[in-house]
């Protein structure tokens, strides 16, 4: 791979459509998934991702030098993209996808996301994504991005710092016990966790802007991948209704009750 | 150290409203025997009193003797919580009967202290009476106990895909009886209209204790005169409502809202004429808050602000809502509407935010929601809720700044701040006075010069909060002599021993 122009950072960031948060999902009828038909927006983490390259530009200024945001979708993650490019990207990818297509699978984006690495004239510094899509919960797709990549990989970030002076990023993530701090040599995937950054507001004037900034429509076909799934997924029920619990009167009644559900003092 | 100062306050309190509140006709406090009485056909767990066989400390019928704003106290003795129509009627009876004064009450979230005792009648507080009693999904005619509170009542047609006619920042307290007894306003009042219009049928306990029940789900029927307007806004002076039977409108399918920057208030009619035009059918809210507000409602956390460069020099804000039946059609029109606001020769906007998603919506939306809580949070408030023309919005606000200015109030300690927020759309300032205290100078300096620059411009003095005890003395600034008289009559009528809510909207001799 030739090194990217000394000091200057591409960013790129996949982001997802995905459904609401805010929206109480229902299991469809036919037991196969969840009801589509509501309200979708841009995954949140993805949202921090887009935050972050944004807030790097701010901080870093001439030396990122592009953000490119990416999407496998079907025509409505258009309007994911132009959120993005609202909060300040400076152009898209659109992988179109039939609306009917089942969603893709973290191993199939990630090939397309190397696909689309391998096409760009320059070479990106850096990948953000979101640490998992709030409709799957996969937690995948970076992770087998890097290892595509035979890249560096700091996931579950809270902070990002980046030198690119010696193209190295101190990156802290959250882990179980607490922050765990890594040093990491760019080119370098990174995914975000909730308390990384606050994604702004897009306000009217960059909303407007976006409409003018260049959206490239490309297919599985022309990134020369498979993105059909390759697990099935057999059924999807709710979880077993909550039972109410019941009120006794006397503490003999309590004791009566225990004793039903099987559960017998301990002879003192 | 602190006693004094605690005593002081109450007596500047006890004085302040002695003298507005009008003498309350000779009415009986409750006794001992009253709450026997009650207890033979209450259960235990719906009376609560400093008398009787179960006493309880006067401490726990704080919540039910003060006001949301810790402004108005009252000195009952007794709370009752009837479970049924029945239950009130009988309370009311014995009332009747005994000339006991009955404060009817709901979630006690009014602004003008009608929802307290003045002195220690009884409240009779409609909290245990909140089942659905009917929805048909159909007609979207919901049928519901007064004291149903209206974020219950607004969960419960989601589903059906109905949503109340009218929202307010109280909605997870105040009650459905009494909205429909203070008419209510709120957010929606611009698409959906006022509840003398949403209201179908109203159960009503009389003075007496006679039941009234005109409780009809008919959308439209024209026998006789339609009584139930009258206790539509009569905030409990002519009966105890029990039951509401209102038409709730289907919900939106698409809604939508945004954040507009402006940099001089004078761009709020332009802007508002605009947008009614370029919107039309799909505009739900248009609200307005003034710099200082909005800054108030950021600092109290009350919503994410927007970015500090993008609002520099922003005069006031408005806040759009749009529902409709197809988002792509409502959005193309906003985006339309946008577009045209900021590429015009001379824009009436300096930027704004459009919500992207459900959470952003709710974001926006509690910076205007926001206000009233803030405003709380950060001293005592006087409110003032005008009806005025639109363009003397900002010269109200600004002389009343000027005037208590003028007076040597305008101070840490004295009046912080001077804001106005509200229904831009349906003509309706709040003006909030917010000081450091409740004092007698700073309510003198107030009152009656709000009030006669109100009447200067033909206005309201109360938009939509009611009169309550707050404003029975000022009655007469927006309804004429014969008005008040006629007011008067009704009231002799349903309620000749002025029992209902004494001291309340009218001054009854």
């Known amino acids: 791979m030739r090194p990217s122009s000394a000091c200057l950072l591409n960013i790129l960031v996949p982001v997802k459509r995905a459904v609401d948060y805010a929206v109480k999902i229902r299991v469809n009828p036919q037991q196969t998934g969840i009801d589509l038909n509501v309200k979708h927006s841009m995954n949140p983490f993805d949202e921090i991702a887009v935050e972050e390259a944004v807030r790097l530009r701010e901080r870093l200024k001439e030396k990122v030098k592009s953000i490119k945001v990416v999407t496998i979708g079907p025509a409505k993650s258009a309007e994911t993209l132009r959120t993005a490019l609202a909060m300040g990207a400076d152009s898209a990818i659109h992988i179109e996808i039939p609306d009917s297509a089942p969603s893709p699978e973290p191993l199939g984006v990630a090939k397309a996301l190397r696909a689309v690495i391998d096409r760009q004239s320059e070479d990106v510094d850096l990948v953000i994504l979101g640490k998992q899509a709030i409709d799957d919960d996969s937690g995948q797709t970076g992770q087998m991005l890097a290892g595509l990549m035979g890249w560096a990989q700091a996931t579950f970030a809270s902070k990002l710092e980046i030198d690119t002076e010696k193209k190295v990023a101190n990156v802290t993530r959250e882990i179980d016990g607490g922050l765990e701090v890594l040093r990491c040599k760019l080119p370098l995937i990174v995914t975000t966790d909730l308390r990384l950054n606050e994604p702004r507001y897009a306000s009217l004037p960059n909303i407007m802007k976006a409409k003018k900034k260049p959206i490239e429509k490309l297919s599985a076909e022309d990134l020369g991948v498979d993105l059909r799934p390759r697990l099935e997924t057999l059924k999807v029920t709710e979880p077993p209704k909550r039972v109410g619990g019941g009120k006794v009167d006397t503490v003999d009644e309590l004791v009566a009750k225990l004793a039903e559900a099987g559960i017998t003092g301990v002879k003192a | ?509």
Request: aromatic share 6%.
């Open chain 2, 1 to 509: 150290m602190l006693a004094p100062r605690f005593v002081a306050r109450q007596l500047f309190v006890g004085v302040r409203r002695w003298n507005h509140t009008p003498a309350i006709p000779a009415l009986s406090p409750v006794t001992e025997q009253d709450v026997a009485h009650f207890a033979k056909f209450l259960a235990p767990t719906s009376i609560f009193s400093t008398l009787g066989p179960n006493p309880i400390p006067i401490s726990e019928l704080s919540p039910y003797n003060n006001d949301w704003m810790g402004k108005y106290h009252g000195k009952a003795t007794t709370v009752v919580k009837p479970k049924t129509t029945e239950e009130v009627s009988k309370i009311v009876k014995h009332c009747c009967e005994r000339r006991i004064g009955i404060v009817p009450q709901g979630g006690n979230t009014g602004l003008v202290g009608g929802s307290v005792p003045i002195g220690n009648e009884l409240i009779l507080n409609l909290g245990s009476m909140s089942k659905v009693r009917s929805f048909d999904p159909v007609s979207g005619i919901l049928v519901a106990d007064a004291g149903c509170i209206l974020q219950s009542l607004t969960d419960y047609v989601a589903p059906h895909n109905h949503i109340m006619p009218l929202d307010l920042g109280a909605k997870g307290s105040c009650q459905i009886g009494g909205n429909v007894a203070t008419n209510a306003g709120g957010l929606r009042l611009l698409r959906y209209g006022s509840l003398h219009g949403s209201v179908l049928g109203l159960e009503v306990v009389l003075p007496d204790g006679t039941i009234l029940d005109q409780l009809t789900t008919l959308r439209k029927d024209n026998t006789g005169y339609d009584l139930k307007q009258l206790f539509i806004g009569a905030e409990g002076t002519l009966g105890v409502i029990t039951g509401v039977s209102l038409l709730t409108p289907p919900s939106p399918q698409a809604s939508n809202n945004v954040i507009l920057a402006l940099p001089s208030f004078d761009n709020v009619l332009p802007l508002y004429k605009t947008v009614k035009q370029q919107l039309s059918e799909i505009l739900s809210a248009f609200e307005f808050i003034d710099r200082t507000a909005y800054d108030l409602a950021v600092k109290h956390g009350q919503g994410r602000g927007l970015h500090d460069d993008e609002i520099e020099g922003a005069e006031c804000f408005v806040l759009v809502e749009t529902s409709g039946g197809r988002r792509e059609h409502d959005e193309q029109k906003l985006n339309d509407l946008l577009e045209n606001l900021l590429t015009s020769d001379e824009p009436l906007i300096n930027t704004g935010v459009l919500s992207q998603n459900p959470a952003q919506f709710s974001s926006l939306w509690a910076l205007r929601e926001g206000v009233t809580e803030a405003v709380s949070k950060e001293g005592k408030a006087y409110k003032y809720d005008i009806s005025v023309p639109l363009s003397t919005f900002k010269d109200v606000v600004d002389l009343t700044r000027e005037h208590l200015k003028s007076k040597g109030l305008l101070h840490e300690k004295g009046v912080k701040h001077v804001i106005g927020y509200g229904h831009v759309g349906d003509g309706n300032l709040h003006l909030n006075v917010v000081a450091d205290a409740y004092t007698l100078e700073i309510q003198n300096a107030l009152e009656p010069f709000i009030y006669e620059l109100v009447a200067s411009h033909k206005g309201s003095v109360s938009a939509e909060h009611g009169i309550g005890a707050m404003k029975t003395h000022a009655l007469h600034y927006s309804k004429s002599g014969v008005s008040i008289e006629w007011m008067k009559k009704l009231k002799q009528l349903f309620d000749p021993h002025g029992i209902m809510n004494p001291g309340k909207v009218l001054e009854m001799p």
